[in-house]
């Protein structure tokens, strides 16, 4: 494995700080792990080996700023995600949000601190509760959280909906009445509902048609405007990262094996595995067609074999 | 003679609300060893097309008219046995969801040999030798050994590997491919399309991949089908269509692919297509993506159904306002 390579100058770093938190950028995470045993036995289970899911990872994410997390299937940057939330509890490691560490926090104390910190799912067919309305939806993390009244949470549902891009008539309607690319924007909506400075985005273009993800990619750029959102954005697809993304950490097995400025990354790969998945990038351009297979053929080693 | 030819297929579905037209005329030809690329959303029409051409449309949906001819043989009218000696072996099918298209309680040898024992008799040891041979073909390391195993001991990729190694196994003349690579991560859908091209070589294969990508038909097609609403809109080679795109619902799929070498695409937004294919119940009377074509409005064109036309050699696009033509008399949009 190569040596991570980081180009950011410490001067953009001050520049991003977050004034909250004594100059700390918003999201600092440090040597996080995150192994998963694996078990064998018959009546007493005993730990044979781990699977290094989330191996010794850092990286920050300053206010207002994306990173993208990229990476194929199994890389572990879903993992390195769900720990930043805690929705995972990592083996070792710091996750410092806002200068407060949230490893090792009290389960109350922690759901304070989320409120800042949301999430928006991959399928937005499973995580979208099919008996709830479309308004129930939405508010339920200001119900979570003891929020408001009923009045004030469905009129935060129906300003949610319109920031959107939906009528707010919609707070009664089902999941079931929306179509993929609409139903992430509920998610999207539901994600925004407590007010929150950094979202993880899991994956969350990658179950959507590319004319319908290109809307949800504008939604998310629109919305980080607006609010001043800071993103954790988890990807397979350079591409879509690319556009997305200041900066751009490439996972591989566990570790992050490159980071830097996302035009850097993509104008210069540092790392064979990052060479690799630029070349998997579908380019509309059939003249490149050979060119790139050859280029594909050369990297092949590299990625994950099937196993 | 074409190896198929489509003409004017029209495939209807039947439900309580009415009578929706998921294929409403489409027509296109493809020769021997070339790949059609078919495009379009979600619901455009697509995939019921590839399946009127497999005869595999299912109540309530009919194939009201048109025709298929494969070889010069025609497709629509031929009895349920003797459609099932033309799928399979003489066509081959693959389709989206790798992790539902296997049946997980048998094992992929048992899978794999059924299609080359029912369509070339071979013997239950020839087969498997076969078998072993296939999975080698489309990479899959250690394939004696992995004969054996049921379907969840493989990842997805190799579970497409292993529906495509079926698709071929009795060397049909045509693949069609559905979404082959869309449930799949960006290196495995390379890996993948990489390996239809691989075989669609060694094996003089025709094939139509069929795909929401402008992407990955620029990747592997010769000719390209864009689909909206049940209806070809456009029909080029791949090197005309994406050098020069005339319809502007081609134009805005291309916008909506992120590219890699966008100049500041951090800052930059996505060409999105406002609204949403129209319901095939009730399409637009006249050109069925003026609702959110930016270029309407400013003519009849909105009343005038537009007729699939010849705008230059083997360029075919349904549009009043192609891109060609917008830019020699310039329409006053507001």
Redesign the interface.
Same mark, same amino acid.
């Given at each position: 494995m190569s040596e991570q390579v980081d180009v950011r100058s410490d001067l953009e770093a001050a520049a991003h700080a977050d004034p909250g938190s004594n100059g700390e950028p918003l999201l600092v995470v440090k040597n996080l792990k995150k192994y998963f045993p694996i078990k064998q036995g018959v009546l007493i289970d005993r730990t044979v080996d781990y699977v290094r899911a989330v191996d010794d990872v850092s990286f920050e994410v300053h206010a207002g700023e994306t990173l993208g997390l990229v990476g194929?299937?199994g890389s572990g940057k879903s993992t390195a995600g769900y720990c930043v939330l805690q929705l995972l509890k990592p083996t070792s490691g710091s996750v410092r949000f806002r200068g407060q560490e949230l490893t090792g926090l009290a389960h109350n104390k922690l759901r304070d601190v989320r409120r800042e910190l949301q999430i928006v799912f991959q399928d937005p067919y499973a995580s979208l509760n099919p008996r709830m309305t479309v308004g129930d939806i939405i508010a339920e993390p200001l119900v979570v959280n003891h929020l408001g009244t009923r009045q004030t949470r469905r009129k935060t549902a129906e300003q949610l909906l319109d920031v959107v891009g939906f009528s707010p008539d919609f707070v009664n309607r089902y999941p079931h009445e929306f179509?993929?690319g609409q139903r992430q924007r509920i998610g999207i909506a539901r994600a925004l509902a407590l007010n929150p400075r950094l979202i993880v985005c899991d994956e969350p273009v990658s179950a959507l048609?590319?004319?319908?993800?290109?809307?949800i990619?504008?939604l998310l750029?629109d919305l980080q405007h607006e609010f001043q959102l800071s993103y954790l954005f988890i990807a397979?697809?350079?591409?879509?990262v690319?556009?997305?993304?200041?900066r751009i950490a490439v996972m591989n097995l566990g570790k992050i094996v490159e980071q830097g400025p996302?035009d850097e990354v993509?104008g210069r790969p540092q790392v064979e595995y990052t060479q690799?998945? +630029? @070349?998997?990038?579908?380019?509309?351009?059939?003249?490149q067609?050979r060119i790139?297979?050859e280029e594909?053929?050369k990297h092949?080693h590299v +990625? @994950?074999?099937?196993? | 003679m074409a190896l198929l030819e489509v003409e004017d297929l029209r495939t209807y579905f039947q439900t309580r609300e009415g009578e929706v037209h998921a294929v409403d005329g489409v027509s296109f030809e493809l020769e021997e060893r070339k790949t059609l690329g078919i495009v379009g959303?979600?619901g455009c029409g697509k995939s019921v097309t590839a399946l009127s051409i497999m005869g595999l449309v299912q109540t309530p949906g009919r194939v009201v008219s048109g025709s298929v001819r494969f070889t010069g043989r025609e497709l629509t009218t031929l009895k349920r046995r003797e459609m099932e000696d033309v799928r399979g072996l003489e066509i081959g099918m693959i389709f989206q969801d790798p992790m539902t298209s296997l049946n997980p309680t048998l094992t992929i040898g048992t899978q794999i040999t059924e299609t080359l024992r029912r369509h070339l008799s071979l013997s239950r040891k020839e087969a498997r030798k076969r078998a072993v041979e296939l999975l080698e073909e489309v990479h899959?390391?250690n394939a004696g050994r992995r004969l054996d195993d049921y379907p969840h001991r493989?990842?997805?990729?190799?579970r497409q590997r292993v529906m495509i190694a079926m698709a071929i196994s009795c060397n049909p003349k045509l693949l069609i491919a559905d979404e082959p690579t869309t449930a799949l991560?960006?290196?495995?859908?390379?890996?993948v399309?990489?390996l239809l091209?691989e075989l669609r070589e060694d094996h003089d294969m025709a094939m139509i991949i069929i795909t929401?990508?402008?992407?990955?038909v620029?990747?592997?097609?010769d000719d390209i089908a864009v689909m909206y609403a049940g209806q070809v809109v456009e029909q080029a080679t791949?090197?005309d269509l994406?050098d020069r795109p005339e319809h502007p619902y081609t134009e805005?799929?291309?916008?909506?692919?992120?590219?890699?070498d966008?100049p500041d695409?951090?800052n930059?937004?996505?060409?999105?297509?406002p609204g949403?294919p129209p319901d095939l119940l009730k399409p637009p009377e006249a050109c069925r993506f003026a609702p959110r074509c930016k270029y309407a409005g400013t003519d009849d064109c909105s009343t005038v159904p537009p007729e699939l036309r010849e705008i230059r050699t083997g360029h075919w696009v349904r549009s009043a306002h192609p891109a060609s033509e917008r830019a020699k008399q310039p329409v006053a949009v507001s």
């Open positions: 194929e299937s179509s993929g048609d590319v004319s319908i993800q290109a809307q990619l504008n750029k397979h697809d350079l591409a879509v690319k556009g997305m993304s200041d996302a993509y690799a998945l +630029l @070349a998997a990038v579908p380019v509309a351009d059939p003249r067609m790139r297979r594909r053929r092949k +990625l @994950a074999e099937p196993v | 959303e979600s899959i390391p493989y990842s997805g990729g190799m991560d960006v290196t495995v859908q390379a890996g399309l990489d091209e929401h990508n402008m992407g990955v620029a990747e592997t097609a791949a090197l994406f805005a799929l291309l916008g909506a692919l992120p590219k890699l966008e695409a951090r930059a937004r996505l060409l999105s297509i949403r």
